[in-house]
């Protein structure tokens, strides 16, 4: 292959990384807001997530199906119904398994090892309950309208569902970010996220603050969950593990902690990882194959952090005296 042809397959290379990034940006923010406000990883997130995109994929199985909804309603609708159910999940999660340890002053192992064990409780239950229906695998309903495809340069075309997914993900990013910095939740996430028992001398509601984070980010995991499922066609109660896995590794790599980073994070790892699956097996004439862009994303992820420990965003953390 020319050097001509590898500059024509760019800009889809691009534009499919852009939408994988940003789908691993609005999950690490689930990550980067729950550690921003209690320095917690909540690995469950990724259970959560998969949760959001399960329940997206049966809203339009057995809810919308044969409705005659236009399908961008449909995928409206099953979108609201996942964040509804992720973020009531992720309150839940909060209420039951971390609230009673940060109230308990545990040590600060035992919130990690909750999160690791209310990740696998909730993959076997939703993998239990899928099994009761005999179908393992949902595969996501056909919608023909988005594969319609977009031209994106004069030889080049997307298909419309890619398009969907880089206009919602955008939204809602831009819209958490107006939240945190714009509207008085958003000041009181950041007044706990900087000190909680000031901000509780100052009349913030801990507590509240707190379980509203946890709603706005699987809120979020939905959303990010039903875009997963219309992506990639297919979800199982094991389609959080990987995705999770790359989410919290854009988040660290943006700077845990800071909900531009994770943005930043989400977009480098997704442009890197399909950069890498597209042209390192054309460069060594497949000796390498696509199945190893994980190492050399995550390689390009460990010399990040060699020369920037706190991320590409993130800033050192400060002891309180």
């Known amino acids: 292959m020319t050097f001509t042809d590898m500059l024509q397959l760019l800009p889809p290379t691009l534009a499919d990384g852009l939408v994988l990034g940003l789908l691993y940006a609005v999950i690490a923010l689930g990550y980067t ?3 921003g406000v209690l320095g917690l990883i909540n690995f469950a997130h990724s259970e959560i997530f998969m949760v959001g995109a399960i329940v997206a994929v049966e809203v339009l199985t057995h809810l919308l199906a044969g409705t005659g909804l236009h399908p961008i309603v449909q995928i409206v609708v099953a979108m609201i119904v996942a964040a509804a159910v992720s973020g009531g999940l992720a309150v839940a999660a909060e209420r039951v398994a971390y609230r009673p340890l940060r109230l308990s002053n545990a040590p600060k192992l035992a919130p990690l090892i909750t999160a690791i064990g209310l990740s696998l409780f909730l993959q076997d239950a939703v993998r239990f309950i899928e099994s009761l229906f005999g179908q393992f695998i949902r595969p ?6 988005f594969d319609r495809q977009i031209p994106l340069t004069p030889t080049d075309t997307v298909p ?7 206009i919602v993900a955008g939204a809602m990013l831009g819209g958490l970010v107006h939240v945190v910095h714009h509207t008085r939740l958003g000041k009181a996430i950041r007044a706990v996220a900087t000190d909680r028992k000031a901000a509780s001398l100052m009349g913030v509601d801990v507590d509240r603050i707190v379980m509203l984070t946890f709603l706005i ?5 939905g959303v990010a969950g039903t875009l997963y499922a219309l992506e990639f066609g297919r979800v199982d109660p094991f389609s959080g593990f990987v995705p999770g896995l790359k989410a919290f590794t854009a988040a660290v790599l943006g ?3 800071s909900i531009p980073g994770a943005m930043v994070g989400g977009i480098v790892l997704g442009i890197l990882e399909v950069m890498i699956g597209t042209f390192v097996p054309i460069l060594t004439d497949n000796m390498i194959g696509t199945e190893y862009k994980d ?19 993130g800033r050192p953390a ?3 005296v």
Request: net charge positive; proline share 7%.
């Open 33 to 35: 807001m729950v550690y």
């Open 140 to 145: 996501f309903p056909s919608m023909p309208f």
């Open 160 to 166: 419309l569902k890619s398009l969907v997914i880089l």
């Open 217 to 221: 980010g699987g809120a979020l995991a």
């Open 255 to 257: 700077g845990i902690g």
């Open 295 to 313: 190492i050399f994303a995550f390689a390009i992820l460990i010399l990040i952090l060699v020369f920037m420990p706190t991320g590409l965003l």
């Open 318 to 320: 400060t002891e309180k």
